[in-house]
């Protein structure tokens, strides 16, 4: 699997290099600013690991380089992997409904797998998304607007559910059944005025483009 990695720090880049070479990943481009993230994915590799902050700016030159970039190349696909939630560009990208897109924090990162398997979800077509900022995003959303008419356990269901779990994850997550979990899911996309879909991948982008909106 060809991947192009985007980080400014030369330790992290390096270790990331490695890592992903010793799991039989590809490393076709590393490198360190947004302009040359940009003229790396043109070239349209399997998937692209981003860090958010990158030069010149070090504000959101990595996502607004992938957003670009899939301006470009619909449906590349793109793992975010920050130390940072950048909200604006962040709920633009995730919307996107081409799908294949992640976005992982680097200190909830806690092994080989859970990276490795993030990424080749997302090369795949998949949403990977970590729970914080699932949160964020939601936490966005003012008292006035549909996400507010949603319960607690609505919204314990919906968040998890942007992160890419089938209604059995998430009965087993909550311990309560799967049939109750499809009623929560049925009420959700009510609420939210979005159709309802056992498509785990489309519910996900239905839910992240009710976000942007």
Known sequence: MRVVLAEDLYLLRTGLEKLLAAHGFDVIEAVDSGPAL?????????????????????????????????????????????????????????????????????????????????????????????????????????????????TAREREVLALMAEGRSNSAIAQRLSISEKAVSKHSTSIFTKLDLAPSEDDNRRVLAVLAYLNA
């Open 38 to 150: 940009l003229d790396a994915l043109v070239w349209q590799p399997d998937v692209a690991v981003v860090d958010v902050r990158l030069p010149p700016t070090f504000t959101d030159e990595g996502l607004r380089a992938a957003i670009e970039a899939r301006r470009q190349v619909p449906g590349l696909p793109i793992l975010v992997l920050s130390q940072y939630v950048e909200q604006l560009y962040a709920r633009e990208l995730l919307a996107d409904r081409g799908g294949a897109v992640g976005y992982l924090l680097k200190d909830r990162v806690f092994n080989d797998d859970q990276f490795t398997d993030a990424i080749r979800t997302v090369a795949r077509g998949g949403t990977v998304m970590d729970p914080e900022v699932v949160g964020k995003l939601l936490g966005r959303r003012s008292r006035d607007e549909p996400v507010a008419r949603l």
